[in-house]
């Protein structure tokens, strides 16, 4: 699988929006762009994913770069609830029957008031 | 609820002990995955089943580790002769079958084992 790159920590203030940025330099045309996060003490849970365009849904938004080799996920108004460990994670096109999640370390967000 | 459901959440033994533990994926969904998580670090994945067949298990999953989905519901992680380095999150996590670049995974909340 491709490898990811994201900064080990950010902080925001609470009401802010939030960039949080990953690279991907190794991409293939065939890899979705993947994010998940994991709040404290929880499962990771999915927040979104595109392939080329950018995307937007009531969580978050993603925008790619046109030559793909990073994206940035966009929270508009950071809350204390966004507090979180954000994954940035490649999904290679398979025709195998797993398609497991391959984790990094992730971006650690830190929100405050 | 109609999330993944686990347990227990917690868990403590003695080395050399066995252990066992539960995961309740979301009704109909036929895809089940186990991931392992260590302090600081992002989970990693155990094994896959799809409906009660085990299609793949990764190197991570020693011997010493079964995992089963009878009937295709719920499944079931065993770790015989516990080590401290078994030490961690398990987590378990369904999903329906889609094109595997797309699908989701919805993630319960974990087993945290502490092998003393």
């Known amino acids: 699988d491709a490898k990811t790159t994201q900064p080990n920590s950010m902080e925001s203030n609470e009401e802010e929006p939030v960039h949080l940025p990953c690279n991907h330099s190794?991409?293939?045309?065939?890899?979705?762009i993947h994010w998940y996060r994991q709040l404290p003490s929880q499962g990771p849970e999915y927040v979104i994913h595109g392939l080329t365009s950018n995307v937007n849904n009531r969580m978050a938004s993603l925008a790619i770069a046109e030559d793909r080799k990073s994206s940035t996920l966009i929270l508009h108004r950071a809350t204390l609830r966004d507090a979180a460990v954000y994954y940035c994670i490649l999904r290679a096109l398979s025709t195998g029957t797993a398609s497991k999640l391959t984790f990094g370390t992730g971006t650690r967000l830190q929100v405050t008031l | 609820d109609t999330g993944v459901s686990q347990d227990p959440r917690h868990k403590i033994t003695k080395r050399g002990q066995n252990v066992t533990f539960r995961c309740d994926p979301i009704?109909?969904?036929?895809?089940l995955y186990w991931y392992r998580q260590t302090l600081g670090q992002g989970p990693e994945f155990l094994t896959y089943?799809?409906?009660?067949?085990?299609?793949?298990k990764s190197r991570l999953l020693s011997d010493r580790f079964s995992a089963e989905r009878p009937k295709g519901s719920f499944s079931t992680l065993e770790i015989q002769r516990t080590e401290q380095g078994d030490s961690a999150m398990y987590l378990c996590?369904?999903?329906?079958?889609?094109?595997?670049?797309?699908?989701?995974?919805?993630f319960g909340p974990g087993t945290r084992l502490l092998v003393l």
């Open positions: 190794t991409i293939s045309g065939t890899d979705y």
């Open positions: 089943f799809q409906n009660e067949a085990q299609l793949e």
């Open positions: 009704s109909e969904h036929n895809r």
């Open positions: 996590a369904s999903s329906t079958r889609q094109g595997a670049t797309q699908e989701t995974q919805y």
